[in-house]
């Protein structure tokens, strides 16, 4: 009897031990789900997104291109056509201060908490009053002699040490009204200062692609109507500021307007235009001769080259710089470049279809004074984007800093997307 109690004593032990050792490897189980589970919900807390509508106080109107950004950090994004953005940012800025700047208005500030994860927000901003005053005459400078002491301070202005830019770039086309194709990259942009170069179109910075998509529009036979050069390239040598490129010639600076001040980023700023066969308004910072923004266009026709029969024509280019500041220098915000290109029969003249390429190139943060540095080995190739197309990274681009989705990015995603969803587009691509 002895034996059989101690026999039966010792499977219970057994059972005992089984369970505990279940139960051990149970906890195990359920603990490492367990921080798996928190440790996804640290990582997607990481970032945070901020939502709006910027519109006008008085008229309610959408304010386009506004730029946001917290204070004192390198960070920033604009908003799209309808005064709206999405922007994320790191999670331990929450209680950092949300800044919008724009042309004319006043400088809007508030916590960034009051404004995440809710995407109704309507963020009212009033126009300065100093924008409806006649410029006051207390100085007796002229529009030419503005724009010649900007010119003569950019190397006080901008980055004159090494410095990397984050940016978002974007391109569509778009023929007789329908948009055919769409490619986006995230790139990196490097550039050792804002010397003059000796070559004013040769391209200084060097630039390395993060990230790119496109739609299958780029096998479309009206992509060969489009320059297919480095569209990238092409946008960063519009940057005049950068690449000095103003006439030196006198009657230059005797075209220059000077037209009512405006008001930036708390600073006061001069205007000045000319208008011969083109369009241009240039903003000008009064505390330091900054150029901080311009706006260029030129509708002069001239023919740019034959295709298959046809002759192309140059109708309209539209450019705009907007730059921002910061530790007390100028870097570039953004630049949106539009070009309109028709072709006609070579015989007869007759038109027979029209394109547009739209062009953004959106920096979203500043690295300045860096020992970063984009080797002749990583950075992109001179042709075409549409050749260098890395593997599509949805997750990437789900929390990357990109000009919100707009009514018009509708309407250019349906087009798109009369053969294939463009989610399976991106896909197709890496998958060919």
Not at 190 to 206: G, H, S, T
Not at 237 to 260: A, S, V
Not at 316 to 321: D, F, P
Request: charged share 30%.
């Amino acid at each position: 009897m002895i034996g059989q109690h101690t026999i039966r004593a010792d499977k219970l032990k057994n059972d005992e031990l089984k369970r505990c050792r279940l139960m051990f490897t149970t906890g195990k189980i359920l603990l490492s789900f367990l921080c798996l589970f928190l440790g996804l919900q640290i990582s997607h807390a990481q970032t945070i997104t901020i939502s709006g509508q910027v519109i006008d106080m008085e008229s309610k109107e959408p304010l386009p291109f506004a730029s946001i950004g917290i204070k004192d950090k390198s960070l920033g994004t604009i908003t799209n056509l309808q005064g709206e953005f999405d922007f994320h940012v790191p999670n331990e800025l929450r209680n950092d201060i949300l800044i919008i700047n724009m042309l004319g208005y006043e400088t809007y500030e508030a916590p960034a908490w009051t404004l995440i994860e809710n995407r109704t927000n309507q963020i009212q901003i009033r126009k300065s009053t100093r924008v409806l005053e006649e410029v006051i005459v207390s100085d007796s400078l002229r529009g030419g002699e503005i724009m010649s002491i900007a010119l003569s301070r950019i190397d006080q202005n901008y980055p004159m040490k090494p410095f990397l830019l984050d940016g978002f770039y974007r391109d569509i086309k778009e023929v007789g009204g329908t948009y055919v194709s769409l490619l986006e990259a995230a790139v990196k942009i490097f550039d050792e200062d804002y010397m003059a170069p000796r070559n004013k179109f040769k391209l200084r910075e060097r630039v390395a692609l993060q990230e790119v998509r496109r739609s299958l529009g780029y096998e479309n036979k009206f992509t060969a109507y489009f320059d297919e050069g480095n569209l990238l390239e092409d946008i960063l040598l519009h940057n005049n500021i950068r690449y000095r490129q103003f006439p030196e010639e006198e009657i230059f600076y005797k075209g220059m307007i000077r037209e009512p001040d405006s008001y930036y980023n708390g600073h006061e700023v001069y205007v000045i235009s000319q208008k011969y066969d083109y369009d241009l308004t240039i903003f000008i910072d009064k505390e330091n001769y900054a150029i901080i923004h311009l706006e260029y266009e030129n509708d002069e026709q001239e023919v740019i080259r034959k295709r298959r029969g046809l002759v192309s024509k140059f109708v309209n280019l539209k450019r705009v710089i907007d730059f921002k500041s910061f530790e007390g220098k100028f870097f570039l915000n953004y630049l949106t470049l539009e070009s309109k290109i028709n072709w006609y029969d070579k015989k007869t003249d007759e038109l027979r279809f029209e394109t547009k390429l739209h062009q953004q190139l959106l920096i979203n943060d500043v690295h300045a004074d860096t020992d970063e540095y984009i080797g002749t080995t990583e950075k992109m190739k001179n042709y075409g984007l549409q050749y260098q197309d890395l593997p599509y990274n949805k997750k990437f681009w789900d929390n990357y800093n990109v000009i919100k989705e707009s009514p018009l990015d509708r309407k250019i995603i349906e087009d798109l997307e009369k053969a294939v969803p463009l989610e399976k587009q991106f896909d197709y691509n890496d998958l060919n």
